[in-house]
């Protein structure tokens, strides 16, 4: 049993958000993902429920909640597309999980940490996505493209970080 | 056993839901290759077809819950873009006009000439029975939104099964085709792309008359992979819809291929690449096509009428002008219609000033004069032997004589 103290990490950096914000916040961003492309089709490199998923699973520091909260927002995403629903449920679950999991032992309030933390996310759901794909679901046309992943996860850091403090505007203490 | 659970229950709580989710895409990945297992190749070849029951009430409730606020925002950008385009960015509009002037002159300067073929063509399919589809309506539709995938070619249009759309039906633009109807919702459709992993369309090459099977991939490129090496298949061929996978009419622009090399996962065939003649990534408006059939619609029938009539009126006109115009070189036409190498010689012997090799660069020399008069040339004398109020003196005897 692990025991608390007052001190600890967890309960010392431990946030929480009003439910319109944990509920809309994940709503706008793939509203956002869905619209901006049309008019900006580079745009679709960018991968804000990504970003909201970290955020908030770093945010909580809570693995299960991080993980629901990848996974819903993964399949949302699936909704709007022709896959079958789980493709991102299960990329995006896993890295909420690894992201409230990396958050008990970095001080997320750093700009260079949360840009680490979302370079390196982005590359390992490429990596999960390519796995799912080529392996689940047997799609052969689908390659892993390393510079434009590292392109792709450089993106995500320059939206993630206005983001962020954005949204750590929200945040209220447990 | 309590406290293993409390220790490992976050990851235990992770492996249940990917597991789940796992379990969730087998099932629904084993649908459509149960599906598919049945049907002929090329009428398969369009493939992304809807998901089954289940999964589809899963993906409605989530496209009616975000297409509603695409709608606005849509809506919201056209009238931004519109009082923008209207009345602020007017810079270029005249020229616009003047270039689009010229272009409705050379349209239908073409429309003209490319009807009596068109007619002849029809001619030729009436007497061997060939069946043509012919587009007789279209749906216009705007796009609201995308998948937001970089992997899903996925598009949303703002019309629906409200408006007479329905799964499998063809979308184009005037450049070409786009992709097909997916699935559709009361008042708004789910648009594939060709270029989806899960697309596909059947194609013919336009000089080698090559048939071949048209599919997407995760990337977004458009490929033929089901084509051996074959030495006449060049960049820069045309590529059109061959109407055999029974969704896209025959003969609509797909694109031009860009590249052909051997393809790596499926040897011996070729991996040729195809630019989409139509620009898949900025799609603003797209026509579902709702109707075909066999005749030509009532309206085309009159354009191409029209046009035929004012081809036969252009030829007549044309004909008329070279009965009335003079013939410069019957005599050499006669003689050089036997012997067809020697017509150039001939052709700039009969021209004044002309340039050896390059026809009709002088001017034309003039023929031998039949029944000379005072008006000849060369029958005036010359001017400082002309006395004021004297008569003029007769023409001599052998230029009199009838020839």
């Given amino acids: 049993m692990v025991e608390h103290s007052y001190t600890s990490r967890e309960e010392l950096d431990q946030y929480g958000f009003h439910p319109g914000v944990t509920l809309l916040a994940p709503l706008a961003c793939i509203l956002l993902q869905a619209v901006l492309p049309k008019t900006f089709p580079w745009l679709i490199s960018i991968d804000l429920p990504l970003i909201a998923t970290i955020f908030f699973a770093v945010s909580r520091r809570n693995p299960i909640a991080g993980t629901v909260t990848g996974t819903l927002i993964g399949l949302f995403q699936d909704g709007l597309t022709n896959h079958p629903f789980g493709v991102d449920g299960i990329a995006k679950g896993i890295i909420g999980y690894v992201a409230a999991s990396v958050g008990f032992a970095v001080d997320i309030e750093s700009l260079i940490n949360r840009m680490l933390l979302v370079f390196t996310l982005s590359l390992f759901q490429g990596g999960l996505l390519y796995l799912i794909a080529h392996w689940l679901l047997g799609d052969p046309t689908y390659r892993l493209q390393p510079l434009h ?25 447990d | 056993m309590d406290s293993f659970f409390t220790r490992f229950k976050n990851p235990m709580v992770l492996i249940a839901i990917v597991l789940t989710q796992v379990i969730a895409l087998a099932i629904q990945v084993q649908r459509p290759a149960r599906d598919a297992a049945g049907g002929a190749r090329e009428m398969d070849a369009t493939g992304g077809g809807p998901d089954g029951r289940k999964v589809t009430l899963l993906r409605r409730w989530t496209i009616l819950g975000i297409t509603p606020v695409e709608r606005v925002v849509h809506g919201s950008s056209l009238k931004v873009r519109g009082v923008w385009d209207g009345y602020i960015d007017l810079r270029h509009t005249h020229q616009q006009n003047e270039q689009l002037k010229q272009d409705v002159a050379r349209l239908r300067e073409e429309q ?43 598009l949303y249009l703002d019309k629906g099964s409200d408006d007479g759309l329905k799964p499998e039906q063809p979308v184009i633009t005037p450049d070409g085709v786009v992709g097909k109807i997916r699935d559709v919702f009361p008042h708004t459709a789910q648009l594939l792309l060709i270029n989806d992993a899960t697309a596909g369309a059947g194609v013919i090459l336009t000089s080698t008359r090559v048939r ?48 052909i090399a051997p393809d790596p996962l499926h040897q011996p065939y070729t991996a040729i690449r195809i630019k989409p003649a139509a620009n898949l990534a ?32 252009n030829q007549r006109a044309a004909d008329l002008i070279a009965e009335k115009l003079p013939s410069l070189h019957s005599n050499a036409s006669d003689s050089t219609a036997a012997n067809g190498a020697e017509k150039p010689a001939e052709d700039t012997e009969s021209q004044v000033g002309s340039v050896s090799g390059i026809p009709n660069s002088g001017l034309p020399r003039p023929k031998p004069i039949l029944h000379p008069d005072r008006f000849s040339p060369g029958a005036t004398p010359p001017a400082e032997d002309l006395r004021p109020g004297a008569a003029a003196e007769p023409l001599p005897a052998q230029s009199q004589k009838p020839q």
């Avoid at chain 1, 392109?151 to 945040?171: E, K, Q, S």
């Avoid at chain 2, 408006?285 to 109707?291: A, D, F, K, P, S």
């Fill in chain 2, 282 to 313: 900025r799609l603003e408006e797209v026509l579902v096509i709702t109707g075909t059939s066999s005749t030509l619609p009532p309206t085309a029938a009159q354009d191409a009428a029209d046009a035929e009539a004012a081809a036969q009126a």
């Fill in chain 2, 212 to 259: 071949g099977i048209l599919r997407g991939s995760a990337t977004g490129q458009v490929q033929i992979n089901n084509l051996t090496a074959d030495s006449r298949i060049k960049p820069g061929e045309q590529v059109v819809t061959s109407g055999g996978d029974m969704v896209f009419p025959r003969g609509l622009p797909v694109g031009v291929i860009e590249s």
């Fill in chain 2, 112 to 154: 003209a000439s490319f009807a009596e073929d068109a007619a002849q063509g029809r001619r030729l399919q009436t007497l061997l029975a060939f069946k043509q589809q012919y587009v007789t309506s279209t749906v216009a539709a705007q796009v609201i939104g995308t998948s937001g995938s970089e992997r899903s070619h996925v």
């Fill in chain 1, 149 to 173: 992943q590292v392109i792709c996860a450089v993106a995500n850091c320059v939206v993630a970080i206005p983001l962020f403090y954005l949204l750590d505007t929200f945040r209220t203490r």
